[in-house]
């Protein structure tokens, strides 16, 4: 079916983030009383109100924005959106005092999510994703990024991606893969980790790339998971079969990821909390993204946040995301990572607004297609009920949506 043309008028502040429009007054190339026009799913026009005449396009559909803030729609880069059964008894023995590292060696953590997921149905999956990715939605996101890895064998970590698969071409956001068969060591594989990434790398990551079931591929490189050398073996045999690559690196401890990922160039190195100046050179040196979570270190209650000014100070691209899973963090709200963003790690605004628009395209190396408000690029847009960007993210826990447009496509929330 043809979509509509759309004109979005009267916006009252239209944040193209595009670098063509930005300058050192203006850093979020910031159109007052702003104007865009959508046709065939792509912007075509960008500018002002007071430059539209009507008459001139009496067939377009005229969505009034009466002053509202309009942006590119949000981007989370970094989420584990497809798992069954939940983990509610952590967050009492969490509250008890015990950390994610301690409920994870008593047989809590990500393999209770992994008996769940292995036992779940693909329709049972596929309903439970659909389900999260639209309340996704409703918060103004339009790209997501969902990682297997609660599957950990073949046929579940399979039978993940295919659902993801299904969901690409009617989810109500656009989902970008990520196969992440190295998340934990699978029960049947316990003390056995070198046999495993073996076996990802010569019977899972050949046949996901082979389909193309993954755009990334991703590996939780931490102490107790998967070291280094074994992190690095997952990444490089990844790339030979042409995924692109992520990292989940120094989340509990400095392992040297974020060398691993600057040296291997990946495209992310995600979570951070721990990266020495080491790590932080490296990942400017290999044109990396730092992807930061602080939803995580919330959820988890851990008081050293990653050092996102240090990364910023660095000339590091630093995106935003939520880390939606079951066990670390359960927020789902990019608005809610915003706000804590700026009052956790004093991230000024500006480069919070980059970090889930421009910035986190680049996480998913879709910088070219999305991430800013620009002719030619889809027209991913979010529409929020605040003045400013200021009291977007002063309005901290409440969801100022109103309007979202996913690939040209306007529907009711
Ligand atoms: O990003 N770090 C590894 N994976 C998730 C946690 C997953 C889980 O606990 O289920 C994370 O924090
Ligand atoms: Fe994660």
């Known amino acids: 079916m043809p979509q509509p043309s759309i004109i979005i008028h009267n916006a009252g502040q239209l944040l193209t983030v595009d670098p063509a429009r930005m300058t050192a007054e203006n850093p979020l190339g910031m159109i007052e009383n702003g104007a865009l026009r959508i046709e065939a799913g792509r912007i075509v026009w960008i500018g002002s109100s ?28 970094h989420t584990h959106t497809i798992f069954a059964g939940d983990r509610a008894n952590e967050f009492e023995l969490r509250l008890q005092g015990k950390t994610y590292l301690e409920i994870a060696q008593a047989g809590g953590g990500i393999l209770k999510t992994v008996t769940a997921t292995r036992e779940a149905s693909a329709d049972t999956l596929r309903q439970l994703t659909l389900a999260r990715l639209q309340r996704m939605r409703r918060f103004g996101v339009t790209t997501v990024e969902v990682k297997s890895g609660y599957g950990l064998d073949f046929a579940s970590e399979i039978k993940c991606l295919e659902v993801l698969q299904s969901l690409q071409t009617e989810s109500p956001v656009s989902v970008i893969p990520t196969y992440m068969g190295g998340h934990d060591i699978p029960p049947e594989y316990k003390g056995r980790t070198d046999a495993y990434v073996d076996l990802l790398c010569t019977e899972q990551i050949p046949v996901v790339a082979a389909r193309g079931l993954a755009v990334f591929c991703d590996v939780f490189c931490e102490q107790g998971y998967f070291d280094v050398a074994q992190s690095r073996k997952i990444l490089e045999t990844a790339r030979q079969h042409g995924l692109k690559l992520k990292i989940h690196a120094e989340e509990f401890c400095d392992l040297g990821g974020a060398q691993l990922a600057g040296e291997l160039r990946a495209t992310s190195a995600d979570h951070l909390l721990n990266i020495s100046d080491t790590g932080i050179a490296a990942l400017k040196a290999g044109g990396t993204v730092a992807t930061l979570l602080p939803g995580t270190a919330f959820y988890l209650r851990i008081k050293d946040y990653a050092p996102a000014l240090k990364l910023l100070a660095a000339g590091v691209p630093v995106a935003l995301a939520t880390d939606f899973n079951p066990g670390s963090c359960v927020i789902d709200n990019l608005q809610l990572i ?26 998913l190396d879709l910088q070219h297609d999305r991430g800013s408000l620009t002719v030619g690029k889809r027209a991913d847009i979010a529409m929020f009920e605040a003045a400013s960007y200021n009291e977007l993210l002063y309005r901290v826990g409440s969801n100022l949506l109103t309007d979202v447009i996913v690939g040209g496509d306007y529907r009711p929330l």
């Not at 008459?55 to 005229?62: E, F, K, L, R, V």
């Not at 002053?67 to 949000?74: R, S, W």
């Not at 480069?351 to 996480?363: E, F, P, S």
Request: aromatic share 4%.
């Open 50 to 77: 007071s430059d539209l005449n009507p008459a001139d396009y009496p067939a377009h559909q005229w969505l009034d924005a009466k002053g509202k803030l309009v942006m590119p729609g949000l981007i989370d880069s």
């Open 338 to 363: 915003m706000a804590l963003a700026c009052l956790q790690m004093n991230m000024p605004p500006v480069d919070v607004i980059k970090a889930v628009t421009l910035h986190a395209a680049m996480a």
